[in-house]
């Protein structure tokens, strides 16, 4: 496992940069806190850590060889992502009260199902299958990197969980919070369209 760190390396930025995933993590956050938003962050990490190894079984070269399954799958995730954006973009302002109703937000399933129809993290396994799994017991390593990943992804997204809660307590009103989850809606939209117009 000489090609360890590089992968754990990989794995941190592929986990911590800014994407569709870590935004609506943040903005959940922001207006349920992290204890609401970690089931969604294990949902997260524990679906792209199964494509992973999903894609290292083999799924992978049959994605490949289907281009028209990529455009749908793409598709699907920028109409999806544009509906979350939306419907960030259009929530009434949280409460500050930590006693205050709330809805549910985003659910497990559903942040599930969009890794699944993410193009960006099949792509993400394709790379870390083409790259890091060389000869040697094949499974074995898939596993392996499946869950290194897995273990590397939980703490960079609640990272982002933590900036969301840490954000509501900073902005101190509902309405800057209700600013800073448009303006994360804004982003989401652009995070969803910019791959498939460029």
């Known amino acids: 496992m000489e090609s360890l ?9 592929a986990s911590v940069t800014p994407g569709p995933t870590n935004i609506l993590v943040l903005s959940h956050s922001s207006k349920r806190g992290v204890g609401a938003t970690l089931p969604i962050i294990v949902g997260a990490c524990l679906t792209a850590a199964l494509i ?3 894609v290292g079984l083999g799924v992978g070269e049959t994605l490949l060889r289907f281009p028209r399954v990529q455009q749908v799958m793409a598709w699907s995730a920028v109409l999806w992502l544009s509906w ?4 960030i973009f259009n929530s009434p302002p949280a409460s500050l009260d930590v006693d205050a109703p709330r ?3 985003i659910s497990v399933v559903g942040i599930a199902a969009l890794q699944v129809i993410n193009p960006k993290v099949w792509m993400m396994a394709v ?3 083409s790259v890091f799994v060389d000869g040697g017991d094949k499974s074995m390593r898939v ?3 499946s869950l290194f990943f897995l273990l590397i992804s939980l703490p960079c997204m609640t990272l982002w969980a933590l ?8 902005l101190g009103s509902p309405q800057a ?3 800073m989850n448009q303006v994360l809606a804004f982003l989401l939209l652009v995070s969803a369209w910019l791959p498939v117009l460029i």
């Open 5 to 13: 760190l590089p992968f754990l390396l990989f794995a941190f930025v």
């Open 52 to 54: 992973v190894l999903i």
């Open 84 to 87: 979350l954006a939306w419907q």
């Open 103 to 105: 809805d549910k937000g």
């Open 127 to 129: 790379a870390v299958v």
């Open 143 to 145: 596993l392996l990197l």
């Open 163 to 170: 900036l969301g809660s840490g954000s509501a307590r900073v």
């Open 177 to 179: 919070l209700q600013r």
